[in-house]
């Protein structure tokens, strides 16, 4: 579950990279809201968005946290809180206006970032239901294993990230093809 949420977040950013298309995109919403006529329909489109990235959260640091020890498990929680601490400073910058972030830029990197993740939690997620016995192992003796990657060497992990190198392919080349016929 975590896998597939990471995947759609990173296809979405990709899709909305653009500064331009951003603000459409915000306007078009906030617009199709106060047009009911009513504060109420914006009001919870911000309560879905917001809860929305509450709950990728959980999914992510309940993958993050599955089957650690404790040592691993405070190593996540103090990554947690650098985060934190990290966006408390990046929100005073921007704040203050001494920095503009490139919102291309940021959303493609946070998009390959959330792919990443996407792709290493499916391998290591097809290898806890293979541990556990909920799904069989096929070996493939010719891949290494590569914990930073979350490759294992079995084919149904492999069968996982491979789907996701294809679907990712399949939709750069898919918002690429739109953005040209836009350009025309």
């Given at each position: 579950l975590a896998t597939a949420v990471l995947f759609y977040v990173?296809?979405?950013l990709?899709?909305?990279?653009?500064?331009?298309?951003?603000?459409?995109?915000?306007?078009k919403k906030v617009q199709s809201s106060l047009s009911t006529g009513s504060l109420a329909a914006l009001w919870c489109a911000a309560f879905?968005?917001?809860?929305?990235?509450?709950?990728e959260?959980?999914?992510?640091?309940?993958?993050?946290?599955?089957?650690?020890?404790?040592?691993e498990a405070s190593a996540v929680l103090g990554g947690l809180g650098a985060g934190v601490l990290?966006?408390?400073l990046v929100f005073f910058l921007l704040?203050?206006?001494s920095v503009r972030i490139p919102i291309r830029a940021f959303f493609a990197v946070t998009s390959a970032l959330l792919y990443y993740l996407a792709f290493v939690f499916a391998g290591k997620?097809?290898?806890?239901?293979?541990?556990?016995?909920?799904?069989?192992?096929?070996?493939?003796?010719?891949?290494?294993?590569?914990d930073i990657l979350g490759l294992y060497p079995t084919w149904e992990s492999l069968g996982?990230?491979?789907?996701?190198?294809?679907?990712?392919?399949?939709?750069?080349?898919?918002?690429f093809l739109i953005r040209g016929r836009q350009e025309r």
């Open positions: 990173s296809y979405w990709t899709s909305k990279a653009e500064a331009d298309r951003w603000q459409q995109y915000i306007r879905l968005a917001v809860y929305r990235e509450g709950a959260t959980v999914l992510f640091y309940r993958a993050l946290l599955a089957g650690t020890d404790p040592g990290a966006l408390i704040r203050s206006g997620g097809i290898r806890e239901l293979q541990e556990s016995g909920l799904i069989g192992i096929t070996p493939a003796s010719w891949m290494p294993s590569w996982l990230q491979i789907f996701l190198v294809v679907a990712a392919t399949f939709a750069l080349a898919y918002l």
